[in-house]
């Protein structure tokens, strides 16, 4: 078996998550190459049905006399000629599947020579041994089932052609300045051809709206993969509360996550983790996590995996000794409370902003309780009171993207929730020394508590199915959890 071969396979191996038998791997007998060859191709179909289904729902929604358009995110230097990990932009994954840097998608609904095309990379031998594989012209077409397949570089001369009788361009402007300019000038193009009898797209529209709505309902087979995403970021929740005591620092902590991500599968998180204790815990986006962990604070910790192309976003908050004091138990029970009060919202047909009124209500009536607002919770609520100590949402819709793609009103009104919608409920408290933003007044043992619980829930049929419940989330059940590092 030639080096070259064994790139791919281990490329298909990843994409397709196949395991290749010994047998295959071996010897690199001829027999078992064959048995891979078939595998791989029927799971690659199996595959780009799924592709294949979500491009014709989107060329129905765009109708006929349409033409889309979708670039490929590009590769990002990191520093020097050094790159980051390459991450496709996800809604040209979600239409293609295709994971290479330099690719052009593009569908022409009715078109008679075939409705998708890819534009990729050349197959390059040379370029391969340092790089690793690229599908080529042919892996694209026979694994990703495109009805044809050009070289990137030739876009400028096939695009022209392509956009010639069609009126509407799907495309969306404002991501990648220097390829929208190569897009105009096609339009241009045709334009200017105008004159012989040929119709140039009138218009750009977004991409966004058709298919963000496409993204926003998940499917079975979507909510399998978040599921998995979940179980991986529950395992490393765990990991880091048993790894938890004072006199670490918050990397540390931050190590203990990846390492569990990356072992179970998840070969990055799906966002910069925040780990942060003490003061730290009442920064919303902490991500320095350089601190030391003391004795006496809580830590909170924000920090999901990205599995195949898909976001888990979990927060627990817990006491890094292992054992809540009188002021941080009594702070996280009213957010606890307001979490689950806020996720029994989640129900079909309840409008977007339940969870968080609820979540609001449950707050507040618990500062009132702490003694920390007076009044009644009612008008504490119409003052927006609470907002010194709970300062953003209590959900976002959650996917491909950590905060996913959809719209959150319909015709100026917060849309209703519907089966195989998925979001985050995330309540919080974040109660600084006193004197900051506005939190007056604020007695000093309550001063640098911060909490955020957060779970992912998908709206289903039956009720909200909560993907994440197994991260310790009771007071009992975090005490427990710590204590059996000991
Ligand atoms: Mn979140």
């Not at 599968?265 to 986006?285: E, F, K």
């Not at 992912?456 to 009720?463: L, S």
Request: aromatic share 8%.
């Amino acid at each position: 078996m030639n080096s070259q071969y064994i790139i791919r396979d281990q490329v298909r191996e990843q994409a397709f998550g196949l395991r290749v038998s010994a047998l295959a791997r071996g010897a690199g007998s001829v027999a078992g190459r064959y048995l891979q060859e078939i595998r791989t191709v029927k799971k690659a179909a199996s595959k780009s049905t799924e592709y294949a289904r979500r491009r014709n729902r989107l060329m129905n929604l765009m109708g006929d006399d349409s033409i889309a358009v979708l670039a490929a995110a590009p590769a990002r230097l990191r520093n020097r000629d050094v790159y980051y990990p390459y991450r496709p932009d996800s809604d040209f994954f979600y239409l293609s599947g295709f994971q290479e840097p330099d690719a052009v998608l593009v569908l022409v609904p009715g078109r008679e020579r075939g409705e998708f095309l890819l534009f990729c990379r050349e197959r390059d031998p040379k370029r391969e041994l340092w790089d690793g594989a690229r599908a080529g012209l042919e892996g694209a077409r026979r694994e990703h089932g495109a009805d044809d397949a050009f070289p990137t570089a030739d876009l400028d001369e096939i695009m022209p052609g392509l956009l010639e009788g069609r009126r509407s361009l799907f495309y969306t402007m404002g991501r990648q300045a220097g390829f929208d300019r190569r897009v105009v000038s096609w339009v241009e193009r045709v334009r200017g051809a105008a004159r012989s009898g040929l119709r140039a797209p009138e218009g750009f529209i977004s991409l966004d709206g058709p298919l963000h709505e496409m993204r926003l309902h998940k499917n079975r087979e979507e909510v399998r993969i978040l599921r998995q995403a979940s179980r991986i970021t529950v395992e490393a929740h765990r990991r880091a509360m048993r790894a938890c005591r004072p006199g670490l620092m918050e990397y540390q902590l931050e190590a203990e996550l990846l390492h569990e991500f990356m072992r179970r599968g998840a070969r990055a998180p799906a966002y910069p983790s925040i780990v942060g204790g003490g003061a730290n815990s009442c920064v919303l986006h902490y991500m320095e996590n350089a601190a030391p962990l003391r004795e006496g604070d809580l830590v909170l910790v924000d920090a999901g995996a990205e599995y195949r192309g898909y976001a888990s976003d979990v927060t627990r908050t817990y006491p890094i000794n292992g054992r809540f004091s009188k002021a941080q138990r009594a702070v996280y029970e009213v957010v606890l409370r307001a979490q689950m009060e806020a996720i029994d919202a989640v129900r079909v047909g309840a409008a977007w902003r339940a969870p968080h009124n609820a979540a609001v209500r449950a707050l507040t009536e618990g500062l009132v309780e702490l003694g920390i607002l007076r009044g009644a919770p009612e008008k504490l609520i119409k003052q927006e009171s609470y907002k010194p100590y709970f300062m953003h949402s209590t959900s976002h819709w959650l996917g491909m993207d950590v905060h996913d793609v959809g719209d959150y009103k319909v015709d100026g009104a917060w849309r209703a929730l519907e089966p195989g919608m998925v979001l985050t409920v995330e309540p919080g408290l974040y109660l600084r020394p006193d004197g900051k933003d506005g939190a007056r007044g604020l007695d000093r043992r309550w001063w640098n508590i911060g909490v955020r619980i957060e779970d992912d829930v998908v709206v289903t049929q039956k009720g909200p199915e909560v993907l994440t419940s197994g991260a310790p989330r009771s007071v009992e059940a975090i005490q427990e959890c710590m204590a059996d590092a000991a």
